[in-house]
């Protein structure tokens, strides 16, 4: 255990760059030369940042279940509310996912962002903040102020640089979810009056009657089905995908819908195993309809970026499927959707975003024959669409297999039906590539594009690897959390016995 505060220095490290820009990158008469200075103070603060976030896998113990690399500070002692940080399998992965993917959201902007730069790369540090400081945040006033604190910089990011109606999609991300997050709220001060501490450690493992525990289930619920999103709770997604920057949706698809899949798992699940159980039908039977319903509205798109924010949804709905199998296939399966949603999803948008950048128009109907002159981009959106749809070797086959298999132990026609949506998914993924790539080459301005740039394989290749090592090897990525999702499940079989037997 190092003794120093480890997820603290990787929490806050995003800020030292934000304050480096503030002071030096001051707006005058040398405008480019603040840009400059902006883009890479944030580019070397977000890559410190991830290299001092593996730092966490030097000290973390994975056959140990219980949270590691331990912070406890008091806080406000009046109202027993402490500082308190940790990382368990769980967390662990969504703290590196976070830390690696802003480094090239940062790459990406570098390129696409023209407008504002130097605001620009602050709101993205101080979101990177935001989103480390909740998946390590152990005290309910901590997890919700960084829960919360995630929506500013996210809303500015869509409401300032992004497209012709980003005001509507910026308001819209921000009424959904901060609505959800009020009954969160008033969850949490149940919780905390009825325990008497904000340790969200302490109330782990069901101690709530059932009547409350059901109310309790459905605050949490309501706020975690809209970030996840699930359906119909899902459309502020699509709006905020096509109207925010590239940087924007790949942080909202690699890192902000997982908090729905987190909150579900560690609040949900851990805290409330009885209404889990109770509720587990339900949630099941929206995942499915949001994977069969948003895969029909996906094919129906004509804007790359709104076909790929439903395929996200419709990803989304394994996630769910998996965590309320509550069973170990199904946590397990849950967990590395979420990490390979992360990589391809996050990569699909930046590919879009690489040909937007050169014709300014996501309309499909737009492109055709891609693959004559850019080769190399169409082989990276291959290998992300590939993922996507599930091929064996890819990310995505090894997270949906566990899925299904999940839901298949929980009703057999759980998995049937959601094995549909596999098909679906690969139906319009393909019909995608096909419309993008092949065909003849006629539009004179599709032609005169270029292929991709030093800095674009900079973005891609990272995720390229991840996308197989974790279609070939998943147990590097699953041994790290399956001894906390077997407590978890252990847990919270050991807890719906006794209620039987009460």
Not at 272 to 277: I, M
Not at 369 to 391: D, R
Request: hydrophobic share 55%.
């Amino acid at each position: 255990m190092p003794s120093f505060p480890l997820l603290s220095i990787i929490t806050f490290l995003p800020l030292v760059g934000v304050l480096i820009i503030m002071l030096f990158a001051k707006s005058g008469d040398n405008q480019a030369c603040s840009v400059k200075l902006s883009k890479a103070v944030a580019l070397i603060t977000s890559l410190v940042t991830f290299v001092v976030s593996l730092g966490i896998l030097c000290y973390f113990n994975p056959s140990d279940s219980s949270f590691q690399l331990m912070e406890r500070y008091v806080w406000i002692p009046s109202f027993n509310i402490a500082y308190i940080k940790g990382v368990d399998g769980i967390s662990l992965w969504f703290v590196l996912i976070s830390t690696f993917l802003t480094p090239i959201c940062i790459l990406s902007a570098i390129g696409g962002v023209k407008k504002r730069v130097k605001e620009f790369m602050i709101a993205l540090l101080v979101l990177e903040t935001m989103m480390i400081g909740m998946f390590t945040a152990l005290d309910f006033v901590l997890f919700y102020l960084f829960f919360e604190g995630v929506l500013i910089p996210m809303f500015l990011i869509i409401g300032i640089w992004g497209g012709e109606k980003r005001t509507y999609a910026a308001y819209k991300f921000f009424l959904y979810t901060f609505l959800g997050s009020v009954l969160m709220l008033v969850a949490i001060f149940a919780m905390v009056l009825h325990v008497g501490t904000t340790d969200m450690t302490a109330m782990m493992g069901g101690k709530f009657p059932m009547q409350m525990a059901i109310w309790l289930w459905l605050a949490f619920f309501m706020s975690f089905a809209v970030k996840t999103p699930m359906w119909p709770f899902h459309t502020w997604l699509p709006y905020a995908h096509v109207e925010a920057p590239t940087a924007g949706s790949v942080i909202l698809a690699g890192v902000l819908l997982k908090m729905g899949g987190y909150g579900f798992i560690r609040l949900s699940v851990q805290m409330l195993p009885e209404a889990s159980h109770y509720f587990a039908p339900l949630v099941m039977v929206l995942s499915l309809v949001a994977i069969i319903y948003t895969s029909l509205v996906a094919l129906a798109q004509t804007d790359m970026k709104k076909l790929i924010a439903y395929s996200s949804v419709a990803h989304m709905g394994f996630v769910t499927l998996g965590i309320f199998s509550l069973n170990q296939q199904g946590l397990d399966g849950a967990m590395i959707v979420m990490i390979s949603h992360a990589f391809v999803s996050g990569a699909l948008f930046l590919c879009v975003g690489v040909v937007y950048d050169r014709l300014h128009t996501r309309e499909i109907s737009r492109y055709g024959g891609m693959a004559n002159n850019m080769p190399h981009y169409a082989f990276m959106f291959m290998i992300f669409m590939l993922g996507s749809v599930g091929l064996p070797g890819t990310s995505g086959f090894v997270g949906e297999f566990l899925s299904l298999q999940g839901a298949y132990l929980a009703n057999s026609w759980y998995a049937f039906i959601a094995a549909l949506g596999v098909i679906l998914g690969a139906a319009y993924m393909l019909w995608l590539y096909r419309r993008l790539f092949y065909g003849p080459l006629e539009k004179a301005d599709v032609k005169a594009m270029p292929d991709l740039n030093l800095r674009e394989y900079a973005m891609f290749v990272p995720l390229v690897i991840f996308v197989f090592w974790i279609g070939i090897y998943p147990a590097t990525f699953r041994d790290m959390f399956a001894p906390t999702v077997n407590k978890i499940i252990q847990d919270y079989q050991a807890q719906i016995k006794d209620s039987t037997h009460e």
